[in-house]
Every structure is written in C-alpha cells, then in structure tokens.
C-alpha cells in the first residue's frame, strides 16, 4: 500500500491526535478510579467480562442445598429443625468432607435436645478425625464517634458456636446487584471479624478462631497461611499465603450462573448421618469442601448478581472458590496502568490512521474481547487484573470522528477558494481522504490567436480592458456546462469535466462551452 505525501501528513495527524486524546481520557479515567470513582462502569464492564468468560470448574466445592421438597416435608418449619441439620452435618462427617460451611440462620433458639445435638455435630466428636466446621452470623452496623461504621455480631443460639462463626453479608452494589466482598469487618471492640469462607479456610489451614483474631488485627497487610486450589488441574496446592489489607474489597471472580457447583438436596444427606451405617467412601463429598444453605422459596436468600439471580449459598461458594484459586479480581496499578494505556494507545491510534474508523472501531472491540476471553483462560499468575480498553478504543474513535471534522474544515475552506461550496462539499463526500481516484474526464484547452503579437502591439490597459471582457465569458460558459476551471495561463484557459463531480456527459459537457466561447468572442 502506497501513500502519497498529502496521504501520509493526514494520517500522521490522526495518529497524533487520536494518541494524545486517547491517553489524557484514559490517564483520567485510570486516576478516577483509583480514587473509586466509576464504580457502576466498572461493575458493568465486568459484567462483560463474566459474559465472555463463560462457564469454569469448581469441582473442590459441594453444595448441599435444603430445597423446597425438603422444606415441605419439615412441615414448613423456621427456624429450621435442629435435630435435622444436625443429621446433614453428622452425614457429612461420615461422608469424608474436608470442611463444612453452614449458611443456615441459627440465631433464635429450638429445643434444647435438638440444639444440643446441633452443636456436638458442628464441634464434632472426640476420637474422630478432625474436619472444621464454620457458622454464619449476621451484622449489626454500628455508628462509630469517628463518623465510620463498626460491627457487632449478632448473637448465636448458643454461645459455643461463636468462636466458629464468620460473616454472611456481602455488601450490594449502587445497582442492586452483589460483586464483592470485604475480607473481614471492623468490630466495635477494636478487633476485626472475618468472612464465612475466609474463616473457613482459616479452620481449614489449621488456624483456631484466637490465633485468626490476633493475625487480623495486624500489621498490614495480614498474612495468612492457607489452602490454595490448582484449577487448571483440578487439585489442591496445599497452602500458601494470602495478602489483602482490613479495609480491602474483593470482587469476587464468578465461575458461572446459578447450577454451576455441583448442588445435592439435604434429603439425600439427611439419611447419612441419622444411620450407624458406613459411607461408600467414592461419595461426592469425599475430600470437597461443603457449603448447606437455603434453597427454598420461603427462604428468600436469592440475590442479583452479573451471572444472574444466585442463591445466597451460591454466592459464598463463589467466595470461596475465588479466595482458594487466588483469583480475586484487582484493577491493575496506577502507575502501571498509565504505561499500558500508552502502549494501547499507540497501537490504537495506529490502527485508526491506515484503517477507516468504524472498521477499525470493530477491529478493536474484537481484539479486545479475544483478549479478554484468552487471559481468563490463563491461569498461571495469581488474580485476575482489572484493566480498562474501553476508554482508549472509545477515545480514539471520537478523535478520529473530530480529525474527520477538522479536515474536513480545512479542506472546504481551500476548496472555496476555487469552486463554490456545494462542489467543495460534494468534492469531500465522493472522497473524504482526498486519497485521489481514477477517471475518465474531458479537458478543454482554448487559447487566442496571434495573441502575442497583438498585445505587443497594444497598450497594457488595453490588454487588460480586453481580458476582462473575456475571461468572464469563458468562465461563465464553462460553469454552465458543468466544467470546472482548472488553470489560467496567460490568455489560455484550462478546463476539466467529468472531475472531481462524476459526470457520464462530460465529453457533450465539453464542447457545448466550446461553441458558445466562439460564438463570444464574434
């Protein structure tokens, strides 16, 4: 592809400006957010990215789900019996289960036979191999002096239960929808209260609830010793460090809609645990991590989330499997940020200088959604990295659609120099780059005898009183045909037809002025 110099200048341009532009937006954009500004953008880019990323695998995580026909067959009972949640956690413990995670509201107190027997299935019994189990609690928010808010636990049936507990509440987005969640939560006592799944793990790495309190309550940035799952092998790396900061948000890293971790009705489990019989020891839930929740209608644990309506059990799953596979997503660094702008930027605004801008503008989006689809595909580097193309690609197109303008601008107004706007305008729609085209055109020379020799002759306002009566002559006869004057030479005259306005009648155009210039000139 050959450029002639006009070409390359306007390009040159385009490309200048379509980098400046595009980086000084993306370098507000990036400082924005990093002062948490476009929150609801980013939410909803990332909802895209959940979009394309697709569906992944999470087989370390079992759910056990108290469904509506197990609701039924309780006779509708909330608080939910006690004795019967006892029964599908003893049945677990049977099962093999590498942990257990009750996300069952257990504050309001049953019988105390059956609460009783809640609480030895939970701790487990003596003799037996050890598999941690977590509670859930809720929060009360309460107002602080330093205009903050801090927590307060609320209260479990049962005291005992409580050095086992984390929070359940993930906090709701400004559009209702739920996409992160904050690792642990100041306490009113000063001390810092842990996430169900973050406690889970923590049991699970062999911390007890006061050794996970004191390593929470600092310095930052907290570090934890706990289990990390390979996905892209489908097993357990054993343990290793977790980093995050007490006031750190997570966005949590969905593996797919609602359905995707394998989910097992309580009913089937109750049985388990209510019999003194053995486990086949090839069940589901050998050797997985197990969450019970809610499942039923009544329950009204069902929330919006960027792969759709999730149940709250659901929803923790996700949680977990995000803080097992270190795959929490985090915006990329300022600094780092700005450098990987201008590289996009300048292959962005390559790109819109040698391409037409909306093709270009197609050719961007899908680069920039094959990327998106093959890094989260790639899962060698601990985390997914939050990292803004809209901005430049979206920059760059409104800089190519103002370059367009401005050339279009300076190219009318040297146009009108020569012709009249509306051929200008048509010059500049036939061919917006001025990148030229190939005709077929008449051109028309005229020329007036012996007229050197008669302007010797003649005095200089003599010369000019008569080219003044004939070159308005001509030019009217050559507008009116639809030619266009394209030199004066002397007393020669220059005209073309057919260019740069398409004309299929330019050769007839072109000697009609002809005969009405001679019969002027008589």
């Known amino acids: 592809m050959r450029f002639r110099l006009p070409q390359l200048r306007s390009r040159a341009r385009r490309f200048l400006l379509g980098l400046t532009l595009g980086f000084l937006a993306s370098a507000v954009v ?22 394309i990323q697709g569906r992944a695998r999470a087989p370390e995580i079992v759910l056990v789900a108290i469904d509506d026909a197990a609701f039924q067959r309780l006779n509708e009972r909330q608080p939910l019996p006690r004795d019967y949640l006892a029964g599908v956690v003893r049945g677990l413990r049977k099962s093999g289960a590498r942990a257990i995670g009750v996300d069952i509201d257990l504050r309001r107190p049953t019988t105390p036979a059956d609460d009783q027997a809640l609480v030895a299935a939970i701790q487990g019994e003596p003799g037996r191999p050890v598999i941690p189990a977590v509670v859930a609690r809720t929060l009360q928010a309460v107002p602080a002096t330093d205009g903050e808010f801090r927590f307060r636990p609320t209260p479990l049936f049962r005291p005992a239960l409580e050095g086992v507990s984390g929070f359940a509440e993930v906090p709701r987005d400004d559009d209702g929808f739920f996409r992160r969640i904050p690792l642990v939560v100041p306490l009113e006592s000063g001390e810092f209260f842990p996430s169900l ?13 006061a050794t996970l309190a004191r390593t929470l309550a600092g310095p930052e940035p907290i570090e ?5 799952w390979d996905e892209a092998r489908g097993k ?94 985090q915006p990329v660094s300022w600094g780092t940020s700005l450098v990987l702008q201008f590289l996009v930027c300048l292959v962005l605004s390559a790109l819109f200088a040698v391409v037409r801008p909306n093709r270009a503008l197609l050719i961007s989006v899908i ?4 990327l998106t689809a093959g890094t989260s595909a790639w899962r060698s580097a601990p985390g997914t990295y939050w990292f803004d193309v809209l901005t430049p690609i979206l ?32 010059i500049y729609s036939d061919d917006p780059a001025l990148a030229g085209q190939r005709r077929t055109v008449s051109i028309m020379f005229t020329d007036l005898r012996d007229f050197t020799t008669l302007s010797e002759a003649m005095a200089a306002e003599q010369v000019a009183q008569q080219l003044n009566e004939y070159f308005p002559m001509m030019v009217q006869a050559v507008e009116r045909n639809h030619g266009i004057i394209n030199d004066f030479i002397g007393d020669a005259v220059m005209a073309v037809y057919g260019a740069p306005v398409d004309n299929p009648a330019h050769a007839l155009d072109a000697v009609r002025p002809a005969l009405q210039m001679q019969a002027g000139l008589e």
């Open 395 to 426: 920059a760059i197109r409104l800089s190519s659609s103002l370059h367009d303008a401005m050339e279009r601008r300076r190219i009318q107004r040297s146009f009108h120099q020569y012709v009249g706007r509306e051929v200008a305008e048509r």
């Open 30 to 51: 990036a400082t924005l957010t990093s002062l948490g500004y476009f929150s609801g953008y980013q939410g909803k880019a990332l909802d895209l990215y959940f979009w």
């Open 367 to 370: 680069g920039a959604a094959l």
């Open 224 to 228: 934890l010793s706990l289990p990390e």
């Open 197 to 209: 799944s973050l406690a889970l793990l923590a049991r699970l790495g062999g911390q007890d609830s």
């Open 236 to 329: 357990g790396r054993g343990t290793s460090p977790l980093r995050f900061y007490q006031d750190e948000d997570w966005k949590i890293n969905f593996v797919g809609p609602s359905g995707s971790f394998l989910t097992i009705g309580s009913d089937a489990v109750y049985p388990l645990g209510a019999s003194g019989g053995p486990v086949a020891d090839d069940n589901p839930f050998r050797d997985r991590i197990v969450l019970i929740g809610a499942t039923f209608a009544d329950s009204r644990d069902a929330f919006p989330t960027p792969r759709g309506l999730m149940y709250g059990v659901e929803i923790h799953a996700n949680i977990l499997h995000t803080l097992l596979t270190r795959s929490q997503i």
